[in-house]
């Protein structure tokens, strides 16, 4: 059965997005993972699926390549918007996740903004196994927790360069005070409104950037006291803008383009 998909990407973290209005939701596990393998698939950090929505321009769900789903994509929630937003020649769209409602908009310089809701940082949000202070976990490095929808622990580091993160991250992903595993983030501060970020991803592995994670990242360092409210994160593959002023929701801000469309052939 052919299925039609566009694949774009956002600084490098790339992802696919089928447009299922009109129709049934075509996707399972199963699907996502064949879509996601790099030999014998298209290839994926993420895949977001377009659904109708009564309330907002469409409701859009969201898989890792490895099958599993996940809850929000910062980076595929804006390409969703972007081609919403091309599709009817406006300049703001309202999309709807399990996260709730998200206004995007795209400035003059083609830069797409989406709010990406309130981090939250109970211990059961995010969840931990047990009651802790989630801004200072007790692991080794003393990292931050948040959620974002989806679990994002924050290590600040001296030297990025010296981690070898491909070891550190599974670890960290799996560990027991993770119940649903979570996000991996590295961050060097170059100065208070400037960080450089590298990233484990549940699910993932490596990506070139992330956009959830760059939020996460933020927020976790500004509850450290270490950002100022408006940070540029530098990730592999370039550069976001995080904006969060203590309370409400996170702002993120990038680019995205478009890579190619085709139709995936599957049984």
Not at 77 to 105: D, I, P, Q, W, Y
Not at 202 to 216: F, H, T
Request: with cysteine; net charge negative.
């Amino acid at each position: 059965m052919p299925l039609s998909f566009h694949k774009m990407h956002a600084n490098g973290d790339d992802f696919v997005i089928v447009d299922a209005r009109h129709s049934a939701n075509p996707m399972t596990a199963a699907l996502a993972r064949r879509m996601g393998d790099r030999i014998q698939g298209i290839g994926f950090n993420q895949l977001a699926v377009m659904l109708d929505c009564d309330d907002a321009a469409a409701r859009v769900m969201f898989w890792n390549a490895d099958g599993s789903e996940l809850e929000v994509c910062g980076s595929a929630t804006r390409g969703v918007a972007a081609r919403l937003m091309c599709e009817s020649n406006k300049t703001s769209v309202v999309l709807r996740t399990v996260r709730g409602l998200h206004t995007c908009e795209r400035a003059a310089t083609g830069t797409i903004t989406v709010s990406m809701g309130e981090a939250r940082f109970g211990w059961s949000d995010i969840p931990l196994a047990r009651q802790l202070d989630t801004a200072f976990l007790p692991l080794e490095g003393t990292p931050a927790a948040c959620s974002m929808g989806n679990p994002h622990c924050t290590y600040f580091v001296d030297d990025l360069a010296a981690l070898d993160i491909a070891n550190i991250g599974p670890a960290i992903e799996a560990h027991p005070l993770f119940t649903l595993k979570t996000n991996v983030h590295f961050v060097q501060i170059i100065n208070r409104r400037h960080v450089r970020l590298r990233i484990w991803e549940r699910g993932g592995g490596i990506p070139q950037g992330s956009g959830s994670c760059s939020c996460g990242a933020v927020v976790n360092g500004i509850r450290r006291g270490l950002l100022d409210d408006c940070v540029e994160v530098q990730c592999d593959g370039g550069t976001v803008t995080v904006q969060w002023s203590g309370t409400g929701p996170v702002l993120l801000s990038g680019p995205v383009e478009a890579t190619f469309s085709g139709t995936f052939i599957h049984s």
